[in-house]
């Protein structure tokens, strides 16, 4: 017998992580999606599991990285070897997880968009509803909260590109410039083909993202490459006041939780898909939000002060702390033990801060 309904909205990694926990712990589980699972993903495809919870994704894995190369006011190198992060083809990995979930008895209904209406009626069908259909999610639409994702996301503009990368075998790019608070980035996912963009963390008026995406492919010689497609998104980095709507439970996107540093969110979605299962499971409905901030609050607290500093002491010296890790070929290793050092850091942040002020 089963423990009652579940549903879930989107079959991204949120609602997929959601959907194969729920099922674990014995509901019925039906997870509508508004197009096909792994299809139209807006992503560079970096998987990085920062908080050390997740492992290596089951599938899609393209290989595990080895190295960033930074590019500041010189080119750097850090040494990414004991980080959990892989290039992965999200679709691939997204289909295996649909498979999955549908081998352990969730109902898959793709093609399936879920309006406003439709969550309406939903809600009284299903005892509980886990909406991870991203930004901006159907919940949104229906309570009237589109705008925090607006005012709380950075911005990103992105080509998916096919040349010769093969000089980055097994590594990354990272840029940074002095122009704006965010990063360029080329992630390969293989010899031929890359995912090329950037992001800014806070929008500046009048910046023009795909002119400035068309000025880094030229810098960085990928002009001659082919372009296969190209997208913008948002990537929302604050969490709305309430997370839990009559009997809704956002997760993802939709729970406004990607990286505020780096934009990065699978992690984030899949940690939030789960533990939003496991308390509709355990009763403890109520207590989402404080049992989601115990797991992800040390790191989301810390890389907001991280950005905080960055913003406010600006590309000299976020340039020389990079210079710093890479002549000691680490990778910022704290950043990865965010419940280890987040206390002192943010206290060492805050006096940097008020010592420039
Ligand atoms: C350009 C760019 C690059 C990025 N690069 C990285 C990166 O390298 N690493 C990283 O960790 N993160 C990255 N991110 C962030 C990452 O993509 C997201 O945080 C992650 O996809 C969130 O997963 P999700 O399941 O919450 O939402 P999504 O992946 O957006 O999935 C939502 C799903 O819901 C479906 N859906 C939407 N509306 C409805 C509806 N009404 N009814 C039914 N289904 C619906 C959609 O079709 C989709 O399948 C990037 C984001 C952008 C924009």
Not at 108 to 133: M, T
Request: hydrophobic letters at 40%; a positive charge.
């Amino acid at each position: 017998m089963t423990k009652g309904k579940v549903c879930v909205v989107g079959g991204g990694p949120a609602g997929l992580f959601a959907a194969i926990e729920a099922a674990k712990r014995d509901f019925s589980v039906t997870l509508y999606e508004m197009g096909e699972i792994g299809e139209n993903i807006k992503c560079a495809e970096g998987f990085l599991d920062s908080l050390n919870i997740l492992g290596e994704p089951e599938a899609g894995v393209r290989f595990k990285v080895r190295e960033m190369v930074v590019r500041g006011k010189e080119t750097y190198t850090i040494d990414m070897s004991p980080i959990n992060l892989w290039m992965i083809d999200r679709k691939e990995w997204q289909k295996y997880l649909g498979e999955k979930a549908q081998r352990m008895g969730v109902e898959i209904s793709e093609n399936h968009p879920i309006s406003p209406d439709d969550l309406e009626r939903i809600k009284r069908e299903f005892r509980w509803i886990i909406d991870a259909s991203g930004i901006f999610s159907v919940t949104s639409k229906l309570y009237g909260f589109k705008h925090f994702y607006t005012a709380n996301s950075g911005v990103t503009v992105q080509y998916v590109m096919e040349g010769d990368f093969s000089c980055l075998k097994e590594r990354i790019l990272a840029g940074i410039e002095p122009h704006y608070t965010g990063y360029y980035w080329i992630f390969p996912k293989g010899p031929q083909i890359a995912n090329v963009g950037m992001g800014v963390l806070r929008y500046k008026k009048g910046m023009v993202l795909r002119n400035e995406l068309e000025r880094i492919v030229e810098k960085e010689g990928l002009k001659s490459y082919r372009i296969l497609r190209s997208f913008g998104g948002l990537c929302p980095i604050a969490i709305p006041g309430r997370i839990v709507y009559d009997n809704i439970l956002l997760a993802g996107d939709a729970c406004g939780l990607t990286s505020p540093l780096h934009c990065g969110g699978i992690d984030l979605a899949c940690i939030s898909g789960m533990t939003a299962a496991a308390v509709i499971a355990e009763d403890r409905v109520s207590g989402y939000k404080d049992e989601l901030w115990k797991v992800i609050g040390d790191k989301i607290t810390l890389e907001r002060e991280l950005f905080e500093f960055w913003d406010s002491r600006g590309y000299d010296t976020v340039d020389a702390l990079i210079r710093r890790f890479s002549r000691k070929k680490k990778f910022p290793y704290f950043l990865m033990n965010p419940t280890k050092y987040s206390r002192q850091l943010i206290l060492l942040l805050k006096a940097l801060k008020l010592s420039r002020a």
